[in-house]
């Protein structure tokens, strides 16, 4: 497709199951970013991929959570130990370079909740 | 870190009016990016402007224009000629053009256009 797709949608999970959400950018997207969008707030930057380097992982709120771009294409934002306060959607974004003028284009988000 | 407001949770507005979204933002850097994005129930987040702060002219596309107060750190959204399709939240963005890797954003605003 020519947008950013994420998979699954929906994802309901148990506290304390590992889930593994999945983000697949437009084909050739240098950049990509993860974020994290509480019901009624803004998404809120997690984490930032040049390729497969990840350079910026401060926004990520324990170490329960890790991401990882191994071939610098589909990237996937993993949750260890799932906490009901991680209950969110989660948006992905890519931009086609690493210039700070480029576009972001979010994918539709995976709506996790959890129980 | 950079602060982004949005004060209205809720604005209408009745179709083929205009309507201004307001936003401020905290920061002491003197280059930045500020954008807003629309995201309509389908959760996928759409650039629909931004402006380079380092420019004094406001930027406009299309039906959208914005209102950029760097002195007072103010960025609002006018829409004109308000159509249905331009019902969604709107959220007011900032990135920083010395670490460009995170957005910041807004809570954002629940735009309803009224036929």
């Known amino acids: 497709g020519a947008g950013v797709s994420q998979s699954p949608r929906y994802k309901v999970a148990k506290r304390g199951q590992d889930v593994a959400l999945r983000c697949d950018p437009i084909s050739g997207h240098v950049s990509l970013f993860w974020y994290q969008q509480a019901l009624g707030q803004g998404p809120e930057f997690l984490t930032y991929?040049?390729?497969?380097?990840?350079?910026?992982k401060s926004g990520l709120p324990s170490d329960r959570f890790f991401a990882e771009r191994p071939e610098g294409s589909v990237s996937t934002l993993k949750i260890q130990r799932t906490q009901q306060e991680d209950s969110a959607v989660y948006l992905c974004a890519s931009s086609l370079a690493t210039g700070w003028t480029d576009t972001q284009y979010f994918g539709p988000g995976t709506r996790l909740t959890v129980l | 870190a950079q602060t982004v407001t949005q004060s209205q949770p809720e604005m209408s507005v009745q179709e083929a009016e205009t309507v201004t979204l307001s936003c401020t933002y905290d920061?002491?850097?003197?280059?930045?990016?500020l954008f807003w994005y629309k995201q309509p129930p389908s959760r996928q987040m759409i650039l629909v402007i931004r402006q380079e702060a380092y420019k004094q002219q406001n930027a406009t596309e299309n039906r959208f224009s914005v209102n950029f107060q760097k002195a007072a750190k103010s960025f609002s959204l006018k829409i004109s000629d308000s159509q249905l399709g331009d019902a969604a939240m709107y959220f007011c963005a900032y990135r920083s053009a010395y670490t460009g890797n995170q957005f910041y954003f807004g809570t954002g605003t629940s735009l309803t256009v009224i036929p």
């Open positions: 991929f040049q390729n497969e380097a990840q350079l910026d």
């Open positions: 920061t002491s850097e003197s280059d930045y990016y």
